[in-house]
């Protein structure tokens, strides 16, 4: 017997999906379907953790080991469906995370948690200081990791309607250690830059089980150098130079991501980063199923950041301009000054400082339970910045400012509790949810930008957010084929002690205390999994969330010409109405899931340019965009032994079409020019990846990866047309490579190359080209 279907309770596009689809016939005995679908492994995904309705991939430590090319922790989710962390070099501390329907600018929109611990700063919404603590979590302690797509879950807070990424790491059974050195080098090759950037990484850990005691000790040092992160450029002159104006050779004409002529005068932002990590992981059986654990990490940052100009003087020597006189490049002429402007030197330090405590009871009947305190303080956080030009006077001190972060940091408290009733219908789960947030960072002036010394305050942005939440949900199962989930999340949210202090343009510093808010939300959620077939599971979720503003939002300090002024203030929250309807067929060692998903965002926070209160000129800052809509496709599949023994297959494709909807307050940034209908910044049209792993054997495992992403666009009238640029965002295709081999049972090496292909490619600065990998690792 065929099951039926009525298309008109569908939407259109999933009615003409279904004919499509040959469900097979439904056996009268066959067991129902367990929601969500479980895959047994020692350690459970995340949805089944958490018992999560959404759609969710995952990969463990042996899949990602075989896979991925991994120095950092971010890079393990290279390869899972619609997720892109825009991970610039080897050891970028600036690495944000985005989902189908949101942009590598908006990490506030995505969470990402190491064993229940918030690795997300939700004190700003950037692809800068609100990126991920990903350095936090070494690779070596993964024991897995999920993401799960979309807001359907009430245990997460509205930042969740981009996606969660969840990392679950290892806590030893018995005596366990090792080592692992990694190096790399990739080639560069842009404008004038030829070089090899080189990169070495040494992890160990160990870790043991005595009695109800376990522990796990980890450590890791990174050397790396980076390709140039940005570019020193000019707008090309429209005066030509006269013969007695000094010549200047060496200088690259290109276009801007607008199409402007612009000449390119050097390499910026060459980075040399060396970072430590330490982890203790310290956990206590107190009952059979009560454990109570401890966590303490620490990472340090010291990175330094230089600049290679391609002009060159009379004499042959490099020209970083100067502070007075004009020069000729090509036959124009421009300031010393305004060249000089463009190479800057600086310095970052950083300590920052991790620890957790939960208590968390697995019940011995229908009972569970789980209390966790977590804090992240940013104990040392200082990045200097040279004022003096040229760049080579700046190399030996002198004027400056430092970025003062210390003190920044957030904590958050949760608890919850499950119930299992006797004959499983009700699966319910609960809990309540306290954060408070804290934003520091005076700018001081110093006069010398390499030492601590400050002089007086250039300027300061300060704040602090707190948000109170209850939630409940329930995975109701009033059919043995059907499962209903639904949820409650109710938050209160208050921002706080917000003030920026402001040098203005008569060199005046003005403090402006600004106001507090407070604002409350209810998100419903509801997702209902229909077990059509033992094979076929078909699952609609609708649900609301609201992404209140961060810290840094409010009341972060922006530029306004050649003046600072504080940010608005007085956004309001970004509520999002969000629907997927996924058809998830399983197969014998594989499955394939087509999702088909709709998102509408009121009051999108997004920067654009418009008029800033009391300023002539418009300016770029974040404001409230009135609405935007994003809907697509997406094919997830994989197969184990696929058409021979040992050969695995995944792979992803997505379309998405991102819309900006209304949007009042946009101000043309250049005649003709319109927002509304355009697509929404950094939201790509097409995205895919293509993972196949070949295991001859036991000791062998031969990997060939590729990655997609097209055509996005940065400003929300989508002007930005000239993309293969620095501050371009572009489409890309890029094949990676890994061999592992096992030596013997302790002892693994493997090679491999990213970026086989040499794509040539920037989202926004410059992105890594060919890059060699050597790993050794040993395992008691």
């Known amino acids: ?31 129902a379907a367990e929601l969500p679908a479980v895959v047994i492994s020692d350690t459970p995904s995340a949805a089944t953790r958490l018992q999560a309705p959404n759609s969710n991939e995952g990969r463990t430590r042996d899949e990602l080991a075989q896979t991925v090319n991994a120095v950092n922790t971010e890079d393990s989710f290279k390869y899972l469906p619609n997720v892109l962390v825009r991970k610039r070099f080897i050891g970028d501390t600036d690495a944000p995370i985005a989902s189908r329907t949101t942009g590598i600018n908006a990490s506030a929109r995505s969470l990402v948690y190491a064993d229940g611990v918030l690795l997300t700063p939700l004190i700003n919404n950037n692809n800068g200081n609100g990126s991920p603590r990903w350095f936090m979590v070494s690779p070596q302690e993964i024991e897995r990791i999920d993401v799960l797509y979309g807001p359907y879950s009430a245990a997460y807070p509205g930042n969740s309607y981009g996606l969660v990424a969840d990392i679950s790491t290892r806590m030893p059974q018995k005596l366990e250690a090792g080592i692992k050195l990694t190096g790399s080098q990739q080639q560069f090759d842009q404008y004038g830059t030829h070089d090899n950037f080189r990169a070495g990484q040494g992890s160990a850990y160990f870790g043991n089980r005595s009695g109800n005691w376990s522990y796990w000790l980890s450590a890791s040092h990174l050397d790396s150098f980076s390709q140039p992160v940005t570019y020193a450029n000019l707008a090309r002159s429209s005066t030509a130079s006269s013969a007695a104006t000094p010549v200047i050779s060496g200088v690259l004409a290109d276009r801007n991501r607008t199409g402007g002529d612009i000449v390119v005068l050097g390499a910026g932002n060459l980075t040399h980063t060396v970072q430590d990590n330490a982890k203790l992981k310290l956990a206590y059986d107190v009952t059979p199923t009560l454990q109570a654990a401890y966590t303490l990490g620490f990472w340090q940052n010291s990175a330094g950041t230089a600049a290679d100009s391609y002009l060159r003087d009379a004499n042959g020597n490099p020209y970083y301009g100067g502070n007075s006189g004009n020069v000729s490049l090509n036959g124009r002429v421009y300031s010393a000054s305004s060249i000089a402007g463009q190479f800057s030197a600086g310095s970052k330090d950083a300590l920052h400082v991790m620890q957790s405590l939960t208590l968390s009871d697995k019940g011995a009947g229908n009972i569970g339970w789980n209390v966790a305190l977590a804090n992240y303080d940013y104990a040392t956080h200082k990045e200097r910045s040279s004022t003096v030009t040229p760049y080579t006077s700046a190399q030996q001190g002198g004027a400056g400012r430092i970025l003062d972060m210390g003190g920044t940091g957030w904590t958050t408290l949760d608890a919850s509790a499950s119930w299992k009733s006797s004959d499983n219908v009700h699966r319910v789960r609960g809990g309540v949810h306290y954060d408070r947030y804290t934003l520091a960072s005076p700018t001081w002036n110093t006069s010398d930008w390499r030492s601590d010394s400050t002089t007086t305050l250039f300027s300061d942005a300060r704040g602090k957010s707190s948000t109170a939440a209850l939630w409940l949900q329930d995975a109701w199962r009033w059919h043995p084929d059907i499962t209903a989930t639904l949820g409650l999340r109710y938050e209160n949210w208050r921002a706080f002690d917000g003030a920026n202090s402001l040098t203005n343009s008569a ?126 496709i997406e094919i997830v599949a994989d197969q184990r032994d696929a058409f021979i023994a040992g050969l695995d297959l995944s792979g992803s494709i997505t379309y998405v079409d991102a819309r900006i909807t209304a949007n009042d307050r946009y101000v043309p940034s250049m005649a003709g020019a319109t927002s509304v209908g355009k697509r929404t910044p950094y939201i790509p049209d097409w995205r895919a990846t293509a993972v196949a792993t070949y295991r001859p054997n036991e000791r062998w495992s031969f990997t060939l990866a590729g990655r997609y992403s097209g055509t996005q666009y940065a400003t929300v009238d989508n002007t930005d047309t000239n993309a293969h640029t620095y501050m371009g965002f572009e489409s890309f295709f890029v094949l990676d490579t890994r061999v592992q081999y096992r030596l013997d049972k302790q002892w693994t090496a493997a090679v491999g190359i990213d970026n086989i292909n040499n794509r040539d490619y920037y989202l926004y600065h410059p992105f890594p080209q060919r890059t060699y990998y050597a790993e050794l690792k040993f395992d008691l």
């Open 1 to 31: 017997m065929m099951t039926s279907y009525c298309p008109a309770r569908l939407t259109p596009l999933a009615a003409l999906l279904l004919p499509l689809f040959t469900l097979p016939a439904q056996a009268a005995d066959a067991p």
């Open 507 to 632: 060199g005046k510093l003005v403090t402006v205390q600004q106001p507090g808010r407070s604002d409350d939300a209810v998100s419903p959620k509801l997702s209902i999994a229909w077990s059509a077939t033992p094979d076929w599971l078909i699952t609609g979720s609708l649900g609301r969330a609201v992404r209140f503003p961060t810290v840094g939002e409010l009341y972060q300090t922006i530029q306004v010409g050649s003046t600072y002024q504080s940010a608005d203030p007085n956004l309001k929250p970004e509520t999002v109405t969000s629907g997927e309807l996924a058809f998830e067929r399983a197969f014998d060692n594989g499955k394939l899931r087509i999702s088909l998903f709709e998102e509408h965002v009121r009051d999108a926070l997004i920067s654009q340019t418009a008029q800033y209160p009391g300023v002539a000129a418009p300016t770029s800052f974040m404001q409230n965009v009135d609405a935007t809509r994003q809907r697509g």
